[in-house]
Structures are given as structure tokens and as C-alpha cells.
């Protein structure tokens, strides 16, 4: 693999830009060029100008025009940005993704931005300079492991510049953006990586790996220590497999000891199959993607770790698979729960909120200050909110707000679902304390989560279901087909302002 490109900010004179592209952002229909551009341009015998009034470049979102002047610069890259009073981080984020892409795909090397010409009065320098180094980050990702001809691309992208006229310092700003960027990046290649080779045990293994290289501490269970702990649960799901189940905890310690942890749980099914409810094609497809929740957390205590934020984490993963076997699990078993709740199964596809069951109670004995679990637990999520946003639960106003300020901040975009009482009348059973799922499949995403919250023990507590936002389908902005990385870039914003 290449290594990611690397990212600062300058502070130099247009004409002094140097390497293989300046990008320079265009509204539409607005071409007046400013005091700094037109001494670039005069530079450059008006070539900007010339252009702009010569050819039909509109400023449209998406456009881009290269002209070529072969000097200490070797292209201008007219960019357009669409209407402005349209514009915002979104088309910001997109714009600079999709054109880092064009351009690498045109075998450039290195390029400059000049980053007033992206500026609008809404945002502020910080931000900008975040948001272009996390977007050119994420928008240049690859998945390129399997390709026997061009596992290295012979075609990326080793440095960006960002050129402004202030004095600000940005080093902590481009630090953050891109190591978020990096843990991002990161959970989309053990995502995209194939259920045959990224079993609970490699994934196990990658966690450990990740925690030397991190100072973290870490410790992984066996299917011998999770019989041991009486995760029914857990075990249920995982018996039918022979791959076997790890449990892995990860902590950081970013302050006192003494001050209670953030506990982050993520659903890791290397490969659900459906178990005994198969599920058939094409439904069956890209299911590798269900380790999503436990990946990303895993990078969010890595990336804190590498931030060296103030916190003190707590991230517990199970892992399993869920597959067809003599030995499988089946409908009408009942299983007891580390917390010694009696649950009826009624459909083996519901796999994710059994082994979530065992982790958050395991998470809720670590007496935590709030829980945070993340999981690819249903295909309802994309009936709610498509494939835009994210649906996400809480028992606590303030974990609530915390997030949708996060989503703000992050762009990752998510909405709050009710968990009103109403619902756990719909898994009540007749034999067991509690069945996992309702018989109508009304409200999928609030009955999971509805499900979930016997097992927290009162601690505030938030799910986030990213049965839909794991993966994407399209090639597209900061978007690169397949594993998405959700939730890394919003739950680090949260963590970075956690009080
Ligand atoms: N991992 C799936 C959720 C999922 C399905 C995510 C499709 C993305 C696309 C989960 O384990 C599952 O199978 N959920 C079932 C629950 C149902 C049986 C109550 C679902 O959503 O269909
Ligand atoms: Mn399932
Ligand atoms: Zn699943």
C-alpha cells in the first residue's frame, strides 16, 4: 500500500506555488478575481482571465478546468463550487475529494490549494483547513489489497499544500484531521477485507497489533475464557462457526485513572450468513460488512490515543460469525446473558443484538460514565433514513445532544429515534424474560435498540445503527465504494470535546 499523502499549510505568494496543480475554488457565475489572484494571474500573462472569459467554465458544482502554464507550477485548476449561497462543508468536503481523485488519477503527484478562494463568510480558517486535509484524505482512499497487478498505485498523491495569507498556525489542526483521516481509512481496509481472511481471530490479532503501536492495553478473551464468563449470548451465536469467537477490550488512558471511562461497543460479525434464517441472495452480499461497528471503535481508542485526548476509553468488541452448522444455534432456543437475563431467540438473523447483549453488560460492570455501542443491526435503518444518515438512540438527553453536535461538527450525519415504553411490550415472551425481536418487524430499529437497553444497567447510553452508513455504493465525493468507516469521524469529534 502507498503511504497517505502528507498535508501542511504554507504561507507564500500564489506565484511561488510550486509542484504539479494549483486548485483554485470558483463560484458560480463569479469570476471577479481578488488582489492575490490577479498578481498570479498577471504572472502569468492573464492566462486566468483569459481563460475564464474564452471558455465556458461556469463554476458549477463539479466542473473542473485545467489550464496548463508549465512554469514553477505546471497546471491552474479552476474549480467549481456551485451556486454560493448553496455552498457549505458538504460541497466543500465533496469538491476537494472529487478533484484530489481526478487529479491522481491523472498521475499528479503534488499539488496546492489556495484556500481563501474556498472560503466563504460562513466558515472559519480552522475548520476549512480541517475539512479540505480530511476530505482530500478520505476522497483519495483505495482498497487496492486484492489486485495482484496494482496493489501499489502506481498513480497517488504524495503531497498537498494549502496556501493562505494568514499567520495562524494550522500543525494541530492538519494532526487531527489527519489522523482521523488515517483511523477512518484504516476501518474502511479491515472492513472491505474478506470474511475467508479477517476471522474473530485475525481481527483479534489486528487489535492486539494496533494496541502496541498505540500504547493501549488489550486483552483477548477465547471461546474458553467467553464460555468461562457465561456469555450465553455471545456463545450462542458464535457455536455454529469454526472460526472461533475472541471477546477483545481495549483501554486507553488519556487522564486520571480515577475518572470514570467512556465505554464504545462495537458489533463485530466477521460474516453473518443469517445462520438457520439464511439469508438468501443477493442479501447475503457484503455481510463481511458487519464487523463495521467493532473496527471503527477499535480505530476511534487508536486514534485518541494517537491525539493524546483527555479521556479515559473503554472499547469492547465481540467477535463471531454467524453460520449454518449441525452445531448452530436455532429459533425457539433460549440463552442466558451474561447478565443473567433469559432470552428467547426467534430468528438467528438477529445475531447482533445477542452478542451486543454480553458486551454491553460486560461494558456496563466496567462502570462507565456513558456507553456508546455501535452496530450494524438492521437493514430498517435504510427505510428510515436511506442511505444519507445514520439513526442512532438514547436513554440520555446529554450523550444525545453530545452526538448531534458531533454531527454538526463532523458532517456525518445522524437523527435521533424515540425509545418510548410502548415499545417493550413487542419482546415480551411467553417463556423467557425477553424475546430479541417483535413479531410484526414494526419499528426494526427502535425494537433493537429497545432490546439492547436491558443490558446497560442505567448507565446513560446511546446505539448507533449503521446497518445502512457502513457501506457505500457509490464512487463519489469523500465516498470510495465499499467499507465507509462510519461513525469514526463522528465519534471522534464527540470525544474531542467530551467534558
Ligand atoms: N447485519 C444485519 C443487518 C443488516 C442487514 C445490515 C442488511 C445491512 C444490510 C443484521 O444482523 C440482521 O440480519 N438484521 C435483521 C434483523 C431481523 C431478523 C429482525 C434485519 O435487519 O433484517
Ligand atoms: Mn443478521
Ligand atoms: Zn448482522
Given at each position: 500500500?502507498?503511504a497517505?499523502?502528507s498535508v501542511r499549510?504554507l504561507?507564500?505568494e500564489?506565484?511561488?506555488?510550486?509542484?504539479?496543480?494549483?486548485l483554485?475554488?470558483?463560484?458560480?457565475?463569479?469570476?471577479?478575481?481578488?488582489?492575490?489572484?490577479?498578481?498570479l494571474?498577471?504572472g502569468?500573462?492573464n492566462?486566468i482571465?483569459?481563460?475564464i472569459?474564452?471558455?465556458?467554465f461556469?463554476g458549477?458544482?463539479?466542473?473542473?478546468?485545467?489550464?496548463?502554464?508549465?512554469?514553477?507550477?505546471k497546471?491552474?485548476v479552476?474549480v467549481?463550487?456551485g451556486?454560493?449561497?448553496?455552498?457549505n462543508?458538504d460541497?466543500l468536503s465533496n469538491?476537494v475529494?472529487?478533484?484530489?481523485?481526478?487529479?491522481?488519477?491523472?498521475?499528479?503527484?503534488?499539488?496546492s490549494?489556495y484556500?481563501?478562494?474556498?472560503?466563504?463568510?460562513?466558515?472559519?480558517?480552522?475548520?476549512?483547513?480541517?475539512?479540505?486535509t480530511?476530505s482530500s484524505?478520505m476522497?483519495?482512499y483505495k482498497?487496492?489489497?486484492?489486485?495482484?497487478k496494482d496493489k501499489?498505485n502506481?498513480?497517488y498523491?504524495k503531497q498537498?499544500?494549502?496556501?493562505?495569507?494568514?499567520?495562524?498556525?494550522?500543525?494541530n489542526h492538519?494532526?487531527?484531521s489527519?489522523v482521523?483521516?488515517?483511523?477512518?481509512?484504516?476501518?474502511?481496509d479491515?472492513?472491505?477485507?474478506?470474511?475467508?481472511v479477517a476471522?474473530p481471530?485475525?481481527?483479534?490479532?489486528?487489535?492486539?497489533?494496533?494496541?502496541?503501536?498505540s500504547?493501549l492495553k488489550?486483552?483477548?478473551f477465547?471461546?474458553?475464557?467467553i464460555a468461562?464468563m457465561?456469555?450465553g449470548?455471545f456463545?450462542g451465536?458464535?457455536q455454529?462457526?469454526?472460526?472461533?469467537p475472541r471477546f477483545?477490550?481495549l483501554?486507553?488512558?488519556?487522564?486520571d485513572k480515577?475518572?470514570?471511562?467512556?465505554?464504545?461497543?462495537?458489533?463485530?460479525?466477521?460474516f453473518?450468513?443469517?445462520?438457520?434464517?439464511?439469508?438468501?441472495?443477493?442479501?447475503?452480499l457484503?455481510?463481511k460488512d458487519?464487523?463495521?461497528?467493532?473496527?471503527a471503535a477499535?480505530?476511534?481508542a487508536?486514534?485518541?490515543a494517537?491525539?493524546?485526548l483527555p479521556i479515559?476509553?473503554?472499547?469492547?468488541?465481540?467477535?463471531?460469525e454467524?453460520?449454518?452448522?449441525?452445531?448452530?444455534y436455532r429459533?425457539?432456543?433460549?440463552?442466558?446473558?451474561?447478565?443473567k437475563m433469559?432470552?428467547e431467540i426467534?430468528?438467528?438473523?438477529?445475531?447482533?443484538?445477542?452478542?451486543?447483549?454480553?458486551a454491553l453488560?460486560?461494558?456496563?460492570e466496567?462502570?462507565?460514565?456513558?456507553?456508546?455501542?455501535?452496530?450494524?443491526?438492521?437493514?430498517?435503518s435504510m427505510?428510515v433514513?436511506g442511505?444519507?444518515g445514520t439513526?442512532?438512540?438514547?436513554?440520555?438527553?446529554?450523550?444525545a445532544?453530545?452526538i448531534k453536535?458531533?454531527?454538526?461538527?463532523?458532517l456525518?450525519?445522524?437523527?435521533?429515534?424515540?425509545?418510548w415504553?410502548?415499545?417493550?411490550?413487542?419482546?415480551?415472551?411467553?417463556?423467557a424474560?425477553?424475546?430479541?425481536i417483535?413479531d410484526?418487524?414494526?419499528?426494526?430499529?427502535?425494537?433493537?435498540a429497545?432490546?439492547?437497553?436491558?443490558?446497560v444497567?442505567d448507565?446513560?447510553w446511546?446505539?448507533i445503527?449503521?446497518?445502512?452508513?457502513v457501506?457505500?455504493k457509490?464512487d463519489k465525493g469523500?465516498l470510495?465504494?465499499g467499507?465507509?468507516g462510519?461513525?469514526v469521524?463522528l465519534l471522534?469529534?464527540?470525544?474531542?470535546?467530551w467534558k
Open positions: 500500500m502507498n497517505a499523502p499549510a504561507k507564500i500564489l506565484i511561488k506555488a510550486k509542484g504539479d496543480a494549483l483554485i475554488g470558483f463560484f458560480k457565475e463569479k469570476f471577479s478575481l481578488s488582489s492575490e489572484l490577479k498578481k494571474d498577471n502569468h500573462g492566462i482571465g483569459s481563460f472569459k474564452n471558455s465556458n461556469k458549477e458544482k463539479g466542473e473542473v478546468k485545467t489550464i496548463f502554464v508549465n512554469k514553477n507550477i497546471n491552474i479552476l467549481g463550487l451556486e454560493e449561497e448553496k455552498y462543508l460541497a469538491a475529494a472529487d478533484v484530489s481523485k481526478k487529479l491522481r488519477d491523472n498521475s499528479t503527484e503534488s499539488f490549494l484556500l481563501e478562494s474556498f472560503k466563504n463568510s460562513k466558515f472559519n480558517d480552522e475548520e476549512l483547513v480541517e475539512k479540505i480530511l484524505l476522497g483519495l482498497f487496492t489489497e486484492y489486485k495482484t501499489n502506481k498513480k498523491i498537498i499544500t494549502i496556501i493562505t495569507n494568514s499567520d495562524k498556525k494550522f500543525d492538519i494532526k487531527y489527519s482521523v483521516a488515517d483511523a477512518v481509512n484504516k476501518t474502511r479491515l472492513v472491505n477485507t474478506p470474511p475467508n476471522t481471530e485475525y481481527v483479534a490479532n489486528y487489535a492486539k497489533d494496533l494496541a502496541r503501536k500504547n488489550c486483552a483477548v477465547d471461546e474458553k475464557q468461562r457465561k456469555m449470548c456463545m451465536v458464535a455454529g462457526s469454526v472460526n472461533k477483545v477490550v483501554e486507553y488512558y488519556g487522564t480515577k475518572q470514570k471511562p467512556i465505554a464504545i461497543v462495537g458489533k463485530g460479525i466477521t453473518d450468513s443469517g445462520g438457520l434464517n439464511v439469508k438468501p441472495y443477493p442479501f447475503i457484503n455481510m458487519d464487523k463495521g461497528g467493532a473496527i477499535m480505530h476511534i487508536e486514534a485518541s494517537r491525539l493524546k479515559n476509553l473503554v472499547v469492547v468488541t465481540p467477535l463471531c454467524n453460520m449454518i452448522d449441525a452445531a448452530s429459533p425457539d432456543d433460549v440463552l442466558t446473558a451474561y447478565n433469559t432470552v426467534r430468528n438467528t438473523d438477529a445475531e447482533g443484538r445477542l452478542v451486543l447483549a454480553d453488560a460486560y461494558a456496563a466496567q462502570k462507565p460514565q456513558a456507553i456508546i455501542d455501535i452496530a450494524t443491526l438492521t437493514g430498517a427505510i433514513l442511505y444519507v439513526p442512532f438512540l438514547s436513554t440520555d438527553e446529554k450523550i445532544e453530545k453536535d458531533a454531527s454538526k461538527k463532523s456525518e450525519k445522524v437523527w435521533e429515534l424515540p425509545l415504553q410502548e415499545y417493550e411490550e413487542s419482546i415480551k415472551s411467553d417463556i424474560d425477553v424475546k430479541h417483535s410484526d418487524g414494526d419499528a426494526g430499529v427502535i425494537i433493537g429497545t432490546f439492547l437497553k436491558n443490558f444497567n448507565i446513560p446511546a446505539h445503527d449503521i446497518g445502512t452508513t457501506w457505500s457509490v469523500i470510495t465504494k467499507a465507509t462510519a461513525t469521524r471522534m469529534e464527540m470525544l474531542r470535546e
